[in-house]
């Protein structure tokens, strides 16, 4: 059964700091990894979606890392900002079906 | 959020008291599913559909009815209420699983008394 783990919980970093949010997961046949953000009371937005295939991608100050191997995956913010706050998960496929799993989220707040 | 709404935002129930969440999209995405959030457990997924007709079972199906009759729709029947229902409600849409980002709606705020 695949199972999704987000470490830390929770994270609170000063204005400008670079940071790493990490996702493991248990079983390494993934299709594709995705991370969110979910701003307080608000739905899922993507960020980033990584193949299997790939790995690695990124999005203007974020980037994204996927080692299957070790059934893990990073999210790298580059010069966060005040704005960055907020909830982030990962999601994985699992393998043969057609289910979503997600992990519970690291809370991020960063500090102006 | 884009091309997914959700009706409606907030609703209050009493226990026993039946009702039906609305999806609808306007992609013509083939996959939709529904999850809960609630604190702590994450978003667990609850009932999916690839197609038209086609609906499947996900983590916690318990105590929710769904249908697909159309492309557009996938509406989350609650049958019979009760306290543990109380969460926030997402509906999912995307091409592929597989391949393609998922997209979100807002949500229903959920309380069952």
Known sequence: ?112 | NAGVTQTPKFQVLKTGQSMTLQCAQDMNHEYMSWYRQDPGMGLRLIHYSVGAGITDQGEVPNGYNVSRSTTEDFPLRLLSAAPSQTSVYFCAIGSSIFTDTQYFGPGTRLTVL
């Open chain 1, 1 to 112: 059964k695949q199972e999704v783990t987000q470490i830390p919980a929770a994270l609170s970093v000063p204005e400008g700091e670079n940071l790493v949010l990490n996702c493991s997961f248990t079983d390494s046949a993934i299709y594709n990894l995705q991370w969110f953000r979910q701003d307080p009371g608000k739905g899922l937005t993507s960020l980033l979606l990584i193949q299997s295939s790939q790995r690695e991608q990124t999005s203007g100050r974020l980037n994204a890392s996927l080692d299957k191997s070790s059934g893990r995956s990073t999210l790298y913010i580059a010069a966060s900002q005040p704005g960055d706050s907020a909830t982030y998960l990962c999601a994985v496929p699992t393998s043969g079906t057609y289910k979503y799993i997600f992990g519970t989220g690291t809370r991020l707040k960063v500090l102006a």
